[in-house]
């Protein structure tokens, strides 16, 4: 929209983000005829386009990877338990793009406030939006994480993140050391070691469990699946438990493990790493020169909230800057959602395989807000009006 166009009318639902969470989303609004709008910075699935490296391949199985709306994987049946690459990844969300043809405009979202009246405003690099729900799909791995410890090292050593990571040849130094031993971290470093470029590789531990693609000849995940792994929900009294341990770590990192790489192609273990100076990375089980080193961090992604009014901020995230929710529905925000955060409901939330069942609760939740809001006049979201939405 050009500049100086006036702002559009009250919109019942927009989408902040258009990556699974946001389309899936679209999707899920659109079966109850929710009118909505996603806003998206960059393009469609972005990050499934800038911050994958080339020779990446899924760590889910194809069976795994259907979202809302499609009654099978894409791939073909004698490949369902195969593991996609790249460009299937890309075939895949193209396609689901088109089938789901939601409304989009490419526009970055800078600011979240809340009106008087309980409706949102949304303001991004081109305009301002009024809207009664605001759905945050920016995705469980907005800024990426690197430890302090990098500042220490010397300018000399090249450092990168696994999310601008793309091939070898990207590395210009003799020695790498890849910290972090989650599913990025194990891929980036066999696809190095395997190149024969280096003369050192080193892995450093993040102490992520590694568990198998089989146990005992059968799939882990199809095992995990009928062992009711993917409908454990964050409620339930194992969840309790588990889950606040699991938001704290890595996610579980897939094969190969670092003892496979260090006895397939000679990788060596030093241990965590623990601090950095001019001369090494100081592991715990040895010391990495940084001698003619480049460093890849894979250590992960903390989401972001930035574009939240700071005053909301403050209710809405707890204080590890992660929004309280039930069901990506926000505590004490009413009109506010999240889609695609880590654990959201169960195990898989954040996962193609998960997504989907989180979209639906929300558009539900949504339809029926909007629903109410339509017969008692838009933008009168009172309380009386929040305590017959059934949370
Ligand atoms: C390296 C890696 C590998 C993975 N592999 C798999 C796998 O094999 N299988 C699997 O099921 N899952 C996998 N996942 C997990 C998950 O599927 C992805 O993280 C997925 O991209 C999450 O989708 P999302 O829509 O929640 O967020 P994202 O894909 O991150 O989408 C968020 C979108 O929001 C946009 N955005 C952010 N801020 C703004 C703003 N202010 N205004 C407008 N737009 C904004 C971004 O541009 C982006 O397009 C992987 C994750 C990572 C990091």
Sequence with gaps: MSEGQPALKTLPAIIIGGGQAGVSLSYCLKMHHVDHLILERDRPFADWHHRRWESFAMNTPNWMNVLPGEQQSFAPKATRNAYGTLSDAYTYFDKYFRAVNPPLRLEEVEHVGINRDGSWEVATNAQTYQAENVIVCTGHAGRPLIPEMAKQLPSSVQQLHSSEYKSPDEITKGNVLIVGSGASGVQICEELAASGHFVNVWIAGSGNFTFPWNVLGISTYKLLRWLGAFKLTRESWMGRIMFPKLLRKGDAATPPSPRQLARSYGVRRPGRALAADNAAVHCRGGDVPTDDL??????????????????????????????????????????????????????????????????????????????????????????????????
């Excluded at 069901?327 to 004490?332: S, W």
């Excluded at 009109?335 to 996962?351: E, M």
């Design 294 to 391: 480049t460093v890849v961090w894979c250590t992960g992604f903390r989401a972001t909230y930035d574009f939240l009014d700071v005053y909301l901020q403050e209710g809405i995230l707890d204080h590890e800057g992660r929004p309280i929710h039930r069901r990506g529905v926000a505590v004490g925000q009413p009109g506010l959602y999240f889609v695609g955060l880590r654990f959201q409901h169960t195990f898989v939330s954040q996962d193609i395989y998960g997504v989907g069942q989180d979209a639906a609760y929300v558009a539900e939740h949504i339809a029926r807000r909007h629903a109410v809001a339509t017969k008692s006049g838009v933008n009168s979201f009172s309380r009386r009006t929040e305590t017959r939405i059934k949370q």
